[in-house]
């Protein structure tokens, strides 16, 4: 391929200045809001769908998924503003997630009043292996509560770069074997389920954990889910961005319908809070996009204790955190921090 010289003059004006925020999908936490998330994960955990249980755990209540920030508001619409120019003043319309890094400070509950907040924090160009010549953006979210509280922050970076370039080299998810021949997609079409029509989903109770219960270098059990199909992108849409998926069989630059990067982030949620069970909090995730996830194949998410340590008296465990597809190669790789209650502390 050759190169393709980038302007990023208008682009560069933006950085580090607070923009005017797009309207959200949601402001008001809900409970049926945050029902709706765990069945799109789907993480069947009744911390979120249970009050009765919930109100016998640390949080007195119902909270929200670790990655439920989601439904208001996402740095889509910073990695996509205008401003970015190849050398013919042709914008550069690809844009991919690259690597997102939350820290979560306090719980979402319901009754909760959402604002996200967003600017970008820096561009970089980069010679990508997969999309050749891009430029690199660092988006900044942070998200705050009705008392003007930040509960949350996410740093991202999004690849910009020249989709039809892209899509003419051919050169994203060859870890995948071929479609076969006059196949366009490995999605299986199911009926919609609409309320009423299906059982509701049995809730998980896990069983709480010290943070002394923990085993240095304890692994954790493995989340798997699928195989992902067109129907779990599209209950995600609905329930963070509001709208469906019509993006089933090939795509512009990619051979098949795939997870957006984002939902990595749900995964490595549900995961983290059944091992560590109703009285812990996920205080970080950060993960890094390696290869696509397309429909019709299987994903595991694993874990591993690398850390632990007390601080002011948190007991907080560090992880090393993976999502393989069932193909063998990785997809994923990340951090977590998860902040357990200590016995001592409980007793006190």
């Known amino acids: 391929m050759n190169e393709t010289r980038v302007d990023v003059s208008d682009y560069s004006a933006l950085v580090g200045r607070d923009l005017p925020q797009p309207e959200q999908f949601n402001y008001e936490v809900t409970r049926d809001g ?14 979120y769908l249970d009050e009765k249980y919930a109100a016998t755990t640390r949080w007195r209540g119902i909270i929200a998924p670790p990655g439920y920030l989601y439904a208001h508001g996402s740095p889509a619409w910073l990695g996509k503003m205008a401003g970015i120019r190849d050398s013919n003043g042709q914008e550069l319309t690809g844009s991919d997630n690259a690597t997102e890094a939350w820290e979560f400070f306090q719980p979402v509950r319901p009754g909760d009043t959402i604002l996200s907040h967003g600017k970008i924090a820096g561009i970089e160009q980069k010679r990508s ?3 050749g010549h891009a430029v690199l953006v660092n988006e900044e979210m942070r998200f705050t509560n009705q008392n ?7 740093n991202s970076y999004t690849f910009r770069f020249d ?3 892209i899509t003419d080299a051919g050169t994203i998810a060859q870890n995948y074997p071929p479609l076969a021949p006059g196949q366009f997609t490995r999605n299986v079409s199911t009926p919609p389920a609409l309320p009423g029509t299906f059982p509701t989903p049995v809730r998980r109770y896990d069983a709480p954990r010290y943070f002394e219960e923990v085993g240095e270098h304890e692994e954790v059990s493995p989340w798997e889910f699928g195989p992902l199909m067109a129907f ?4 995600f849409n609905a329930a963070t961005i509001g709208t469906g998926f019509d993006r089933i069989g090939r795509t512009d630059h990619v051979p098949d319908a795939f997870a957006p990067g ?5 995964w490595f949620g549900a995961m983290l809070t059944r091992w560590a069970g109703p009285n812990a909090f996920v205080t970080k995730i950060s993960q890094r996009n390696e290869d696509w996830v397309l429909v ?3 994903v595991i998410c694993s874990g591993r204790v690398a850390r632990k340590s007390v601080v002011d008296g948190r007991g907080l465990v560090d992880l090393e955190i993976a999502c393989h597809s069932e193909l ?6 990340g951090t977590a921090q998860v902040e357990f209650e200590t016995a001592q502390r409980k007793r006190a």
């Open 328 to 333: 063998g190669f990785r997809t994923n790789s």
């Open 129 to 131: 292996r997969k999309l």
């Open 262 to 266: 984002v939902l990595r982030i749900q």
């Open 163 to 165: 989709l039809r370039r």
């Open 296 to 298: 019709g194949y299987k």
């Open 34 to 47: 945050i029902r709706h998330f765990a069945y799109c994960i789907p993480d069947s955990n009744g911390l």
């Open 148 to 154: 003007r509280e930040i509960v949350a922050r996410l």
């Open 232 to 235: 779990d992108i599209g209950r």
